[in-house]
């Protein structure tokens, strides 16, 4: 990372913006790889006092293994729904469960509550004023405490140690 | 076989879009609207893509991108409404 | 083209169909506003993104370059319907939205 008034301050963040300038130009050219180092170098110098506090990933691989697993689970959560919703003449037993949270950073709780709502059949719904509970939305549900061990093992403790 | 799928695929679509229109108008309550219109905004997308397929034709893909950025905005922005009585605070 | 590819476009296209259809299914028969969002953000989702890949995968095996937007829009969709969907909770319990007689347990809104 290169620091100072000039430099990078976010590296994350330059990289993103340069990879999503390449996506909108619709593949990569001399002009599209020059006007995207230039964006990906004075976006985060612009935008430098916008962000509050730097998001912490402290293993930028283990998440993108996590990405990969995630990416897995939502295809196989969609054909669950999918499956639930054209069986005919049935509704799913509902609930509203509430998860009680370890993650502490705001980041890994959103990603947590994203992750929740995209894979297995539950919306994340609210968060508690203390950041210590998720209410979160289960379509069908056969054993509460099942439901909350399989996120913590699955997603929460991956993202613990991705965040820490 | 592409011709085909495509075929296939533009039919369940529609009837997506149709079922989507039936839960817009029903409601009951204005969430379930919202919802729809989400939906629809989404669906919009894979029509404009699939139209993009059989036309042969990458024109209308920054449309699509389009719809997806305006869709998400339209529906956080009517969410925010119904739950604070404005959209910017 | 290639038989193989355009086997698996069509696979792609089909199923990103059928799982479209069956969120709008799913929106348009159950029973409750809070069961109903799962098809939306779960099916739809999904469908819509099997739908992206295989117009990327046609375009980029009947011109040869890169076909990037497409990828965009995918990573967009995975990105906000999570996000939508918890602000239309929100909504929804800050408005007291009728549950269904038989759900376990209460929403809260504070």
Redesign the interface.
């Known amino acids: 990372m290169i620091k100072g008034r000039f430099g990078l301050p976010m590296p994350i963040l330059s990289l993103a913006l340069f990879l999503v300038w390449q996506a909108?130009n619709?593949g990569v050219t001399g002009g599209s790889v020059v006007m995207g180092l230039l964006l990906a170098w004075l976006l985060p110098l612009a935008t430098r006092n916008f962000w509050p506090d730097r998001p912490g990933i402290k293993h930028p691989l283990r998440f993108s293994f996590y990405v990969v697993r995630v990416v897995f689970d939502i295809i196989v959560a969609s054909a669950e729904v999918a499956l639930i919703v054209m069986i005919p003449g049935r509704q799913p037993k509902t609930a509203f469960v509430s998860f009680p949270l370890e993650l502490e950073h705001p980041l890994a709780i959103s990603t947590l509550a994203s992750t929740i709502s995209l894979t297995p059949g539950t919306v994340s719904a609210d968060i508690s004023d203390d950041n210590t509970l998720l209410l979160i939305h289960v379509l069908d549900l056969d054993d509460e405490a099942k439901l909350i061990e399989t996120i913590k093992r699955r997603y929460e403790r991956p993202l613990r140690e991705i965040f820490s | 076989?592409?011709a085909?799928?495509?075929k296939?695929?533009?039919?369940?679509?529609s009837?997506?879009?149709?079922?989507?229109v039936?839960?817009l108008v029903k409601g009951p309550?204005?969430?379930?609207r919202?919802?729809?219109l989400?939906?629809l905004s989404?669906?919009a997308?894979?029509l404009i893509?699939?139209l993009?397929?059989s036309i042969?034709s990458?024109l209308y893909?920054?449309s699509?991108?389009l719809i997806?950025?305006m869709g998400?905005i339209g529906?956080?922005a009517l969410?925010?409404y119904?739950?604070r009585g404005s959209v910017i605070e | 083209m290639n038989?193989i590819l355009?086997?698996v476009?069509?696979?792609l296209?089909?199923s990103?169909?059928?799982f479209?259809?069956a969120?709008?299914?799913g929106?348009?028969r159950l029973q409750d506003?809070y069961s109903?969002?799962h098809a939306?953000t779960k099916a739809?989702?999904v469908?819509?993104g099997s739908?992206?890949l295989?117009?990327m995968i046609?375009?980029m095996a009947?011109t040869g370059a890169l076909?990037l937007?497409?990828g965009?829009?995918m990573v967009?969709?995975f990105l906000?319907a999570p996000?939508?969907a918890n602000?239309?909770a929100?909504?929804?319990m800050?408005?007291r939205?009728?549950q269904a007689e038989n759900t376990k347990g209460q929403a809260w809104d504070q």
């Open positions: 909108l619709d | 076989m592409i085909i799928a495509l296939i695929t533009i039919v369940m679509v009837l997506a879009v149709a079922l989507n039936y839960r309550d204005a969430p379930d919202i919802l729809a989400d939906s989404i669906n997308i894979a893509l699939l993009g397929i042969n990458r893909i920054e699509a991108l997806a950025v998400f529906t956080v969410a925010k119904l739950k | 038989p355009e086997a476009i069509a696979v296209m089909v990103g169909g059928a479209t259809l969120g709008a299914i929106l348009a506003f109903r969002l939306p739809t989702t469908g819509v739908i992206t295989s117009s046609y375009f009947t076909a937007n497409e965009l829009i967009f969709l906000t996000i939508s602000m239309l929100k909504a929804a800050h408005l939205v009728q």
